[in-house]
């Protein structure tokens, strides 16, 4: 059985890090991409990032690019998704989420989108504030 599971969402101040995971059971990260998404209250859920069974990243919104950072351990398989210098504007609840893909093939605009995937997690919390 296919199954995502987010941890590492918590409280944390203004200008500080938090690292999120995803693990990923009942399947092997080579053939599917993993995107990050986020949703706020009173939003609509928002593509952050996705990387490829290749391990080919993209981060998707602009207000997160250069601060977001997503990485693969097939080891333990699992994807990372690293926040930076995050604001108060980051706060939401973080999900992953995962569909079968041609590891040739890396993560287009397509994967920002939520219908684009089958499986998700059940979400982790993220609050900034001070």
């Known amino acids: 059985q296919l199954q995502l599971v987010e941890s590492g969402g918590g409280l944390v101040q203004p200008g500080g890090s938090l690292k999120l995971s995803c693990f990923a059971s009942?399947?092997?990260?080579?053939?599917?991409?993993i995107g990050w998404f986020r949703q706020a209250p009173g939003k609509e859920r928002e593509g952050v990032s996705c990387i490829s069974g290749r391990g080919v990243s993209t981060v998707f919104p602009s207000s997160v690019k250069g601060r977001f950072t997503v990485s693969t351990d097939k080891t333990k398989n699992t994807v990372y998704l690293q926040m930076n210098d995050l604001k108060v504007e980051d706060t939401a609840v973080y999900y992953c989420a995962a569909v079968p893909n041609d590891p040739k093939f890396g993560c287009s605009e397509r994967f920002a989108y939520v219908g684009r995937y089958d499986y998700w997690g059940q979400g982790t919390q993220v609050t900034v504030s001070s």
């Open positions: 009942g399947f092997t990260l080579d053939y599917y991409a």
